[in-house]
């Protein structure tokens, strides 16, 4: 029988399966970090459980962390309980955890893959919904709550069913100036925030294996605000170039063996999908979200959608609302549109090619008066290092922009790094939900080279009309 | 985890699609380590017009007169009508814990995020997906009726009210039967460690550079 990707990854890890499809899939890597694992720890202790396999587990604080002054420590009492509690945990249960002062701190997401502990033909899960990020190395990756979290260290294992496939396939050449980040906010715009409900996605086609792995885990970060738990794409030269020599990828001695294993991690020729999606690349241009949901987005050169030409009363309603909150009129021009605030980071977003492409757009130039500010937030200390040994810190800073220590920040304002109400933000995150940066806070949706532009304009503009200096 | 058979309780509706988990419960209140006491918190940005915080004491804080769960009629509601996409987002837990401590049992919409849907299901809470046009009738009837309650009978798969509207529902097996029994996953899981070991002696020598410890 002719496999998917997704069938191979998911038989290769069952465990046992009832009657009723309902599986138990063994789960390969935990990733955890602070905000959805207290009450997991609490449950393992007050049940005397200890984890089934420490070795299995990897965490790390990234959410509440400070991104500047990190030295004083966390100022909110609360944040730093939840911190000192995953220290506590860790040190408890003998599980690696990458504290706040270790350079290897970073998002969980970004963490992952740097370390090599996210691998190609592994189950992998994070009680966060972008764990689906890791799927870009042709694992079966999904975010779970804090009781399957819990589930997972006593037992390494999840109860599961399998989801429907979906395949998308985004064909020809991306053009130049665009980026991961709008392919798969156009893939959103096109099957919605609800169109992957129910299903694992597949990305494919010439322009996601053109992608280098940074702009792979974009995509499949963002599977989740599809709808979908899990994307995935396939293995290649790429994935396997990326992973040799990181620190917990194989050693030599079991190098040839597992390439060999991995290069098997690919949808069959004829594989058949529940649903199939086709993108051309060339027709893309830059997308740039105007409303309180993924799906709410358009490209630079069109105008912010008018509510009356939607039939559907559900959606109409929810248009007018998000047009309320997000303080806009109908049929105003993207390129009108002006933040206040600029944010490059992030899951999606806070890995070195995407601190490169914004450096590039901010090399010789100037914030803009109206931008309140702009920050720059690497996705973990090791993207930070790596940042400045190529001197991007450098244009960050000389344009006005500033460069923060690792985190989540103000990808959902756990930490100081917050919108105030009404404040209007270019944002490389992936979530423009209301209130998500900042009570009353306003979010679009952009690239890095986006945002960056955005920062150097002061209002949305087509980064392909910038001349790189 | 409580049992969950029959319920019958007073209905509320929420009408807005793509309800997200962000909403239902704010970054904010994430930094708690309890399972417990963030009811008062349920959808914090719309009940409220001041800006909450964690331990914050809700008593005195100025409702929102427009968000309708604040509104006199539903008070105590157990269930609650939703749109499409209902619990999208972040898979934080503590969004059903939040309508859990709240009073919600049982939520119905026309569709729901995945993993919302399944977390629920882990904490005593019932999702149930009817076709959108008896979400439809349902949001009329409770807005036309005050004091309109549902009756949902786990067991026999079923949804009524005094007027006569009866509606069936779908659920997993194996979720029905845990939730009718309060069981707990963890220790289902546990009754099947010899065949966790058989799986994992196979893949140390199919796989040996996925366990390193
Ligand atoms: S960067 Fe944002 S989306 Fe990613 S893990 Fe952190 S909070 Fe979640």
Known sequence: ????????????????????????????????????????????????????????????????????????????PVSRLQVDTLDQNCREFGITQFGMDDPRQGIVHVIGPEQGATLPGMTIVCGDSHTATHGAFGALAHGIGTSEVEHVLATQCLIQKKSKSMLVEVEGELPAGLTAKDIVLAIIGRIGTAGGTGYTIEFGGSAIRALSMEGRMTVC???????????????????????????????????????????????????????????????????????????????????????????????????KAALKYMGLEADTPIRDIQPEIVFIGSCTNGRIEDMRAAAAVARGRKVAANIKQALVVPGSGLVKQQAEQEGLDKIFIAAGFEWRDPGCSMCLAMNNDRLKPGERCASTSNRNFEGRQGQGGRTHLVSPAMAAAAAVTGHFIDVRELEVL | ????????????????????????????????????????????????????????????????????????????????????????????????????DFGIRVIIAPSFADIFFNNCFKNGILPIILPADQVDALFTAVSATPGYELTVDLEQQTISAADGTSYTFDVDPFRKHCLLNGLDDIGLTLEKVEQIKAYEELKKKETPWLFRG
């Open chain 1, 1 to 76: 029988m002719k496999q998917t990707l997704y069938d191979k990854l998911w038989d290769s890890h069952v465990v046992s399966q009832n009657d009723d499809g309902t599986c138990l899939l063994y789960i390969d890597r935990q990733l955890l970090h602070e905000v959805t694992s207290p009450q997991a720890f609490e449950g393992l202790r007050l049940a005397g459980r200890k984890p089934w396999r420490i070795d299995a587990n990897l965490a790390v604080p990234d959410h509440n962390v400070p991104t500047a002054n990190r030295a004083a420590g966390i100022s909110d």
């Open chain 1, 221 to 319: 970060n963002m599977a989740i605000e599809a709808g979908a738990r899990a994307g995935l794409i396939a293995v290649d030269d790429t994935t396997i170039d990326y992973v040799k020599g990181r620190p917990y990828a194989p050693g030599a001695e079991h190098w040839e063996q597992a390439v060999a294993s991995w290069k098997q991690l690919k949808s069959d020729p004829g594989a058949e999908f529940n649903r199939v999606v086709r993108i051309d690349a060339r027709d893309l241009q830059p997308q740039v979200t105007w409303g309180t949901s993924p799906e709410m987005v358009v490209t630079i050169n069109d105008k912010v959608p008018n509510p009356e030409n939607e039939t559907d009363p559900t959606k109409r309603e929810g248009m």
């Open chain 2, 1 to 100: 985890m409580d049992k969950f058979t029959t319920l019958t309780g007073l209905a509320a509706p929420l009408d807005r699609a793509n309800i997200d988990t962000d909403a239902i419960i704010p970054k904010q209140f994430l930094k708690s380590i309890k399972r417990t006491g963030f009811g008062p918190y349920l959808f914090d940005e719309w009940r409220y017009l001041d800006h909450g915080e964690p331990e914050m004491d809700c008593t005195n804080r100025p409702r929102n007169p427009d968000f309708v769960l604040n509104q006199q009629r539903y008070q105590g509601a157990q269930v609650l009508l939703a749109r499409d996409n209902f619990g999208c987002g972040s898979s934080r837990e503590h969004a059903p814990w939040a309508l859990l």
